[in-house]
């Protein structure tokens, strides 16, 4: 079965599309979180941020910012969540990469931040995770 983003990128599945260029898309989410979620993608297909290449990589924030500018300026909004999500445990559900842009606007009440863990790690941890980083 192919991938709903590829068809909505050919026009063969309906989207409603704010902006588009040469390699991206930017279309409403379908159930919006918020008045203006928009998804950008990439129109060539990747799974995830692991699979995306150039020029999208590079790219791809420069049109993301494009996005939220229009959104600001049009919807009027108070601030806008950026997020992106890869693979199940992330909560992807669409494996064609996307940003979400979702516009937020004072006492919405969506919860897009995330909680602190309940425990919190220690100096000796951080210091653990670095090394393994470097
Ligand atoms: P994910 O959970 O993979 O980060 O996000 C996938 C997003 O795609 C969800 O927010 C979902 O509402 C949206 N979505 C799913 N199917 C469609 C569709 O057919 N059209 C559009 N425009 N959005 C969709
Ligand atoms: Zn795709």
Redesign the pocket.
């Known amino acids: 079965m192919e991938c709903?983003f590829c068809k909505?990128v050919k026009g063969e599945?309906p989207?409603y599309t704010v902006f588009e260029d040469n390699n991206f898309k930017a279309?409403?989410?379908?159930?919006p979180a918020s008045i203006g979620h928009t998804?950008v993608v990439p129109k060539k297909h990747y799974k995830d941020i692991y699979d995306l290449q150039s020029p999208y990589t590079e790219n791809i924030f420069n049109f993301v910012q494009k996005v939220a500018k229009n959104l600001k300026e049009k919807l009027e909004c108070d601030g806008i969540n950026i997020l992106q999500?890869n693979e199940i445990a992330a909560?992807?559900?669409?494996f064609h990469y996307?940003i979400?842009l979702i516009p937020r606007y004072k006492d919405d009440g969506l919860k897009v931040n995330p909680a602190p863990m309940k425990s919190l790690p220690v100096d000796s941890e951080f210091e653990k995770l670095l090394k393994k980083l470097k």
């Open positions: 709903i909505i599945l989207s279309f409403f989410d379908v159930f998804l999500n909560g992807q559900t669409i996307h979400h």
